[in-house]
């Protein structure tokens, strides 16, 4: 696995040969098509958010590139070195922390690979534990862990933070950002939260009706700020893309933009509650 | 402190309370042996009918003396070591084939699933025909009972294995046999160690019948030959060497649980 890992020096996407590519992917469950004849690049070290109202389709595209859904109709390119992180950490409840994290990996050194991937996302200290024991940001953790240990060129991301309270969803956000800059594998993450995808991605998708709707690149500088003027427009623009009228919105939920420091779950960030708080597809 | 004043207020009543729990959930039935003990020296009950305990633990004794009681222990020990060997075997081997593949339950579970409504100890009639007097009914009675507790739990175990997790693993890049090993029959394990339960009481139960087919030995030729001297005493004890047999492998399987399950929180001791 190591020898195929081609690490790229900057994060920031580059044209070039792309990590994923697909082509006129179709998905049908036999009420209408889930995918429509989607087409999508991924460029290697790119961060990409791929948005959408409950039921657009974004999982299944995220679990056709897990290759845990089939694609029967269309091409699908995908690198060999992927991980996926899911909304739950699903850790093995009978193996430990550690155990967890090297499962399936084949190299001679794999116990410190794991060691050294726990450290990287701070649970050094819960190597030796069991996956129960554990609060549920430690457990995301220990599933980033396992899904960085493999040295991924495809980090797939279906709503990893969705779960977590308000405090730790922010602080496992930074750590998505830092391992990014770290490891750049191109990152795909599923989120119907539009400020979460600003604040990491470098390039909104928005899904609908089983096709990309709208590709935004976000050429914020990082650190990213929710108060920033380039946030609040982009922000507009993506909630405009989402059939969110704004106005609308604001004049039903004054404090909507506070939601976020008052650690509100999902359901409060500018989506319609029940869109957002319903399990995505 | 709602507590001290209350234990102020009820004052004597309190008292037997505050005994150790143990005590306290042995007081019903050492009162319950006393008034035996009493109403059988005192002539209300006949020995015929039943003996006291003194004259149970005095023929425990004897027994156990002329070590009679560890032969025929050690013999019905066997029959339910050998019987539970083939039972769980056979029930672990059909459950894996139902568990892990389509084919195999459609071909293994319709079946099993008919077996098992046949109260196995009915089949004893046809056991002696098929395999004569001697051990081989006996065990084969325990194998049959044994099996079916353990194809269903483990059965139901591996088809109930978190199918979220499992998802998770399988992109991981586990073989098909590491995923078997590593995650679905540990998961199948807790149902496992329940049908394992079931087994052992569907064991001993099958045994009780199996030996009073024409034995010459083990705990149910004890308690047949005491029925016909009257010797009440002797079946009682053989009553009571069930009942410890019994409660010793429930035991054991508990101790098995303890450490298999260790990752449960209910287990985790931090």
């Known amino acids: 696995m190591s020898h195929a890992l081609s690490r790229i020096a900057t994060p920031q996407s580059t044209i070039g040969k792309p990590v994923v590519s697909v082509r006129g992917l179709v998905r049908n469950f036999g009420n209408g098509n889930v995918l429509d004849g989607l087409s999508l690049d991924l460029q290697p070290g790119s961060f990409t958010a791929l948005l959408g109202r409950s039921g657009c389709g974004k999982s299944t595209l995220l679990r056709t590139l897990a290759k845990l859904d089939p694609a029967p109709e269309g091409t699908v390119q995908l690198p060999d070195e992927r991980a996926v992180v899911f909304q739950e950490p699903r850790l093995v409840p009978w193996m430990r922390v550690l155990r967890n994290v090297t499962l399936g990996l084949r190299h001679p050194d794999a116990e410190e690979r794991g060691l050294a991937a726990l450290a990287e996302v701070g649970l050094s200290h819960r190597a030796r534990a069991w996956p129960l024991t554990l609060s549920g940001g430690e457990a995301q953790r220990a599933a980033l862990a396992r899904a960085l240990v493999r040295e991924p060129r495809l980090l797939l991301l279906d709503e990893p933070f969705a779960a977590l309270d308000a405090l730790t969803r922010m602080r496992m956000q930074g750590l998505v950002e830092t391992l990014w800059h770290a490891h750049a594998p191109a990152v795909l993450l599923v989120t119907h939260d539009v400020d979460e995808a600003l604040l990491l991605a470098d390039r909104a998708v928005v899904m609908a009706n089983g096709r990309i709707a709208a590709d935004i690149p976000i050429p914020l500088a990082r650190p990213r700020r929710h108060g920033d003027p380039g946030f609040i427009a982009l922000r507009s623009r993506l909630l405009a893309e989402l059939g969110v009228d704004e106005e609308h919105l604001a004049a039903r939920e004054p404090q909507r933009t506070d939601a976020r420091a008052s650690g509100a779950k999902p359901g409060g960030y500018g989506l319609p509650a029940g869109a957002a708080a319903a399990p995505s597809l | ?270």
């Open chain 2, 1 to 270: 402190m709602t507590a001290a004043t209350a234990t102020q207020r009820t004052g004597n009543r309190s008292r037997i309370w505050t005994l150790p729990a143990g005590l306290r959930r042995c007081a019903v039935p050492m009162a319950l042996l006393v008034l035996w003990q009493a109403s059988v020296g005192l002539g209300w009950i006949s020995t015929r009918s039943i003996p006291s305990p003194s004259q149970i633990l005095t023929a425990f004794w004897d027994l156990t003396v002329s070590g009679e009681l560890a032969v025929h222990l050690l013999v019905s020990l066997g029959r339910v070591s050998a019987g539970l060997a083939i039972g769980v075997s056979a029930g672990t081997i059909c459950a894996l084939i139902a568990g892990l593949s389509r084919r195999g339950e459609d071909a293994l579970d319709a079946l099993l699933q008919m077996l098992r409504t046949l109260p196995h100890l009915a089949l004893v009639p046809l056991f002696i025909l098929w395999f004569g007097i001697g051990e081989t009914p006996k065990i084969a009675l325990v194998a049959l009972g044994t099996a079916f507790p353990i194809y269903l739990n483990l059965f139901a175990g591996i088809r109930t294995v978190d199918a979220k997790v499992v998802e998770a693993v399988s992109t991981l890049g586990l073989t098909r046999w590491e995923m078997i090993a590593q995650v679905i029959l540990p998961g199948a394990l807790p149902a496992f160690l329940t049908g394992l339960r079931y087994a052992l009481g569907v064991a001993w139960l099958s045994l009780v019948v199996g030996e009073q087919i024409n034995a010459s030995s083990g705990i149910g030729y004890l308690a047949m030959t005491a029925r016909e001297f009257l010797r009440t005493d002797v079946i009682i004890v053989a009553l009571i060497v069930y009942a410890i047999l019994g409660l010793l492998a429930d035991l054991i399987v508990r101790f098995i649980e303890r450490s298999a399950l260790v990752w449960r929180p209910a287990f985790i001791k931090e």
